[in-house]
């Protein structure tokens, strides 16, 4: 089920922090106790590693002044954050993904109900970032860029699509670009093989990689390219994170979650997104909205 949360959303959101409690175990459908304004304790957060800069810098330190909240953050890529959060070792109170496929694996019993709804957080696009120093930013800029990256030399970052949605979006990227060029070839001289450890970095390396110089380009979400300063070139076609957050049905620590969530929707929170590159969407709401805490439904 698809719901749009009401156009009094973000006063509902507002009134959240004010209305959560101190930290506790507490399940999704249950409120949470009430206390002061500022909550203090953490909240543990998997989150898409293209938000890493964002996070660690602008988000985790206005949390910690505005509620007293220490953000304590996973990077990673979704996918893999998703089988780290079903095998239990570590007790997630938000999940942030990169894609609502994402977000699929932990709904159900047969995912051990760790989610049961997700919202929709804020979006950015798919790009090619490359290194300024780099022998072939020259004709990245004024070439195509699937014809630059199969000349000899060309050193290429990407993620595990195993692990995250964004290797994914760059295998479909490179087939719809074969398509369109009526090169069925062109997958295979870009990414190489399926198994590429010469292309294929964990998601949270993968800037510092092509600054250092052992890239000449990556794929990257404009937010993670933004903060980080690199520069970049379209790849022509409409593709990007679809951010979602949710919090997780067994989150230990539910009060710093609601606000958490709360401050990302507030006013403080969507400017932080903005300026960081994501474009923040309404809290459209899939799955079971009665299953939200009582504190975010209208």
């Given at each position: 089920m698809r719901r749009r949360l009401g156009a009094g959303v973000l006063g509902l959101f507002g009134l959240l922090a004010a209305a959560c409690g101190s930290a506790g175990s507490a399940t999704a459908g249950q409120a949470a106790p009430t206390t002061a304004a500022r909550l203090g304790g953490s909240v543990k957060v998997a989150y898409a590693g293209s938000l890493v800069g964002m996070m660690v810098n602008k988000i985790a330190p206005a949390l910690k002044s505005q509620d007293g909240i220490t953000l304590d953050g996973l990077p990673g890529g979704s996918t893999g954050l998703v089988n780290q959060i079903k095998s239990g070792t570590s007790p997630f109170d938000v999940f942030i993904s990169a894609a609502p496929s994402a977000n699929a694996g932990l709904m159900g019993a047969a995912n051990g109900n760790w989610e049961s709804w997700y919202a929709a957080l804020g979006s950015a696009p798919l790009v090619i970032g490359y290194n300024p120093s780099s022998k072939f930013a020259h004709a990245l800029r004024t070439q195509p860029w699937y014809k630059v990256m199969q000349e000899p030399g060309f050193k290429l970052g990407r993620t595990d699509p195993a692990l995250d949605p964004k290797g994914v979006l760059v295998e479909k990227l490179l087939s719809e670009a074969a398509a369109a060029a009526h090169d069925p070839g062109l997958v295979g001289a870009?990414?190489?093989?399926?198994?590429?450890?010469?292309?294929?970095?964990?998601?949270?390396?993968?800037v510092a990689r092509l600054q250092t110089g052992q890239l000449d380009a990556g794929f990257f979400y404009s937010n993670e390219a933004k903060q980080a300063g690199i520069p970049t070139i379209s790849t022509g076609y409409p593709l990007g994170a679809s951010f979602t957050i949710s919090i997780l049905a067994k989150?230990?620590?539910?009060?710093?979650?609601?606000?958490?969530?709360?401050?990302?929707?507030?006013?403080?929170?969507?400017?932080l997104l903005e300026a960081g590159g994501v474009s923040p969407h309404a809290p459209t709401v899939t799955g079971t909205a009665e299953a939200l805490p009582k504190g975010l439904k209208l």
């Open positions: 870009v990414l190489g093989p399926t198994e590429n450890p010469a292309q294929v970095f964990p998601e949270e390396s993968l989150a230990p620590d539910l009060a710093q979650a609601v606000a958490f969530v709360n401050f990302l929707y507030s006013p403080a929170g969507r400017s």
